[in-house]
C-alpha cells in the first residue's frame, strides 16, 4: 500500500506551542497545543517543541502517512490579544508553502531526466495562478498570494577516465513566495537513474 503525505505545521508562540498535521487536501489529521513554558527559558521551549514534533510523527493517527515537510512559524514576541489568529495564519501560510513547494518538486523528480531543465529551469507561476497537480489555478482563497519559481541545472561529474561523460545530475531549486516574500526554498540533486 502506498503511503499518502502529511504535512505537520508548527506554531511556535510565547503562550503554547500549536501544531497541525495535514493531508494533500489541506485536512487537518491531528492537532496538538501545549503550553510554551517561556519561563523556563529558550532551550526548554525549545524541548518541549522537538518533543510535540516527535509524539506527533508517531501518533498512531498518522500510520499509513509519509511526513513530506515540517513548517515552523515563530512570531518573536507576542504581543497580548493579537496573536491567536495571525500567528495561526502564519502557521498556516507556511505549511501551505511547504506543500506548493514539495509538489512541484515532485512534479520535477517524477519528469523524464532529459526533459526536466527544459521544462523547468525558469519555470515561474505568477502570484494567485499557482496551479495544482492537474495544472489548474487554484480557485481557494488561500493560494491568492502565493507564487513559486524553479531553477534546474546540470551538474557535470567528470568520469575517472578523464574523458566527457554527459550529466548525470540536475540540481533542481523550488521557492515559493507569499505576498512577494519568500517562505520556503527546497533543493535536490536529481539522478539519470
Known amino acids: 500500500m502506498r503511503e499518502r503525505d502529511y504535512y505537520l505545521g508548527v506554531d511556535l508562540g510565547g503562550t503554547n506551542i500549536k501544531a497541525i498535521a495535514m493531508n494533500d487536501a489541506g485536512v487537518a489529521l491531528i492537532e496538538e497545543n501545549i503550553p510554551s513554558e517561556t519561563e523556563n527559558g529558550p532551550s526548554a521551549v525549545i524541548d518541549r517543541m522537538v518533543s510535540l514534533i516527535n509524539g506527533l510523527i508517531r501518533d ?3 500510520t499509513g502517512y509519509r511526513l513530506c515537510a515540517i513548517g515552523i512559524a515563530a512570531a518573536g514576541v507576542l504581543v497580548p490579544f493579537t496573536t491567536g489568529a495571525r500567528v495561526r495564519a502564519e502557521g498556516t501560510r507556511r505549511t501551505l508553502a511547504a506543500k506548493l513547494a514539495g509538489d512541484l518538486m515532485e512534479e520535477i523528480v517524477n519528469t ?4 526536466v531543465v527544459g521544462q523547468y529551469d525558469g519555470y515561474t507561476e505568477a502570484q494567485g495562478q499557482v496551479k495544482d497537480a492537474n495544472d489548474v489555478v487554484f480557485s481557494d482563497s488561500n493560494y491568492a498570494n ?3 519559481d524553479a531553477s534546474c541545472a546540470y551538474v557535470y561529474v567528470a568520469p575517472q577516465s578523464g574523458l ?3 550529466p548525470n545530475f ?3 531549486t523550488v521557492r515559493v513566495y507569499y505576498g512577494g516574500s519568500e517562505m520556503v526554498i527546497i533543493s535536490r540533486l536529481i ?3
Not at 112 to 115: A, K, S, T
Open 60 to 62: 498512531d493517527s498518522l
Open 146 to 148: 502565493f507564487s513559486r
Open 191 to 193: 539522478s539519470d537513474h
Open 112 to 115: 523524464p531526466f532529459d526533459q
Open 164 to 166: 566527457f561523460a554527459p
Open 170 to 172: 540536475i540540481w533542481a
